[in-house]
């Protein structure tokens, strides 16, 4: 997918630190970086990467976002690398035994914002691929997170993690429409989109559409509730006058030899 | 990160289908696979994959969703793929120039959970990697989805998409709660917490814990305010009772000969 503009400046504002745990592949620390970038977020923190650092798989994988990559920071413990954070959240998968708050994803994303908004430095610990924070790494935040997710199949990668909480985090502050119109011609005010209805309805009525009187009205009505569906513009009216007008001439002129046959099949009529 | 347990049932019922248009790179649909096993979606839909089919390296990155992929259903154009739905999204980055609504994932989601309760078959297009879809291929779909994400970083892999679009149909469907409280004994009673603060305070005045007397309202109130918000359980009020009589009762004592001088300068009194 395409959507990408690099000269659209990114003002991102103050965000929670991403802070990755004895991640194991460089590869995820990249995709971790890139889905950062998705999200607005740019503060990573390491804590003891298993392959070292820096790694090069990590910014191959990173897909632009070099400079996550490059301003990462690296850590020797969990505590060094939330000293500076007044409220930490930790991602986890089911927790078992722990007695703990539990908040989902978009719950996280929107107690983040207000944090934030407030003046607090935040974070968000992320365990290693294989097994995930251990307790007493979420021992040391302040309250878990959970992705609600089928029952049977709910284990994420490090990177798919990263890409949902943040995911969760860019909507918590954005203002896209869930709707938005196409950009088209002004609609059709209501008298011209009703003289479209009654001219096409002469002209039905002149070509013997309805057999049966009694079901002309309940043909009108759902004629028009499919055209009204439409919501057709002003520019789409006066083509729906045209086609009108295009196929009941169409019918009386003489055809092209060629469409013989066709002009036959059509000149029977289609009754309802 | 953990918690897939294969013991329990998916019940996902009626979900779209993921119709995936000329994907490049096995290990994309094999993302994909996985991310539809995260979010209870089951019918896979491939039109001319750029590498064949079946494809060992989707199988591989598929990480458990093994079903997915050998019940995946190959065709030979899109238009074949989406012949017996009738309900079509397009997950597309920003649209340029097209007179098409747009939807966001969450969005469509919402919308997607409605007509698929109304018996509706939905499916949801995506394009190739490099590319995503065409707009002749957009135009098969009644309607487009966008992710909101960084104005300069909205590009996202396959994976990602299927992911977050996905896992926003989970959501529509999920009642987890945003916030669940831990696991832990009843809160306490009113009464018994108001004994501990009066106890407490009787202590902190016996101590002189107050130099100046016109500032022990305040300090009652912020005390009682800073336990009031660790909601305390009843156990926890008894662990507090004891604590205080511990730290008061040990002041009294003689200490250990070894803690002399940290005895003598505790002995001195705390101040404010």
């Not at 392959?51 to 191959?60: C, S």
């Not at 995930?132 to 089928?150: M, R």
């Amino acid at each position: 997918m395409t959507g990408t503009d690099r000269s659209r400046a990114v003002a991102a504002g103050p965000a929670p630190a991403i802070v990755l745990v004895e991640p194991q592949l460089g590869e995820n620390i990249g995709f971790t970086a890139r889905a950062m970038n998705n999200c607005g977020l740019s503060d990573l923190r390491l804590v003891r990467p298993r392959d070292g650092w820096p790694n090069d798989k990590a910014l191959a994988a990173a897909s632009g976002a070099d400079a996550i990559i490059n301003g990462a920071r690296l850590f020797g413990s969990v505590e060094d690398a939330i000293a500076d954070l007044n409220r930490v959240y930790a991602a986890t998968a089911r927790l078992r035994d722990m007695h703990r708050s539990v908040v989902t994803a978009r719950q996280a994303a929107s107690e983040l914002r207000a944090h934030i908004g407030a003046g607090d430095s935040c974070g968000i610990l992320f365990g290693p691929e294989r097994m995930g924070l251990i307790n007493d790494h979420v021992a040391l935040a302040d309250i878990a997170i959970t992705i609600p997710l089928s029952p049977g199949f709910s284990s994420l990668n490090l990177g798919q993690s990263v890409m949902i909480i943040g995911y969760e985090w860019f909507q918590a502050g954005d203002d896209t429409p869930p709707r938005q119109l196409p950009e088209r011609s002004p609609p059709a005010a209501r008298k011209d989109l009703i003289a479209m209805f009654e001219h096409l309805e002469r002209e039905l009525d002149a070509s013997g559409f309805v057999i049966d009187p009694e079901k002309r009205p309940s043909m009108v009505r759902n004629l028009r509730t499919m055209f009204e569906r439409a919501e057709l513009s002003e520019q789409e009216v006066r083509t729906m006058r045209g086609l009108i007008v295009s196929l009941v001439e169409g019918r009386r002129r003489p055809r092209r030899k060629t469409l013989k046959e066709e002009n036959d099949k059509s000149e029977q009529g289609e009754g309802t």
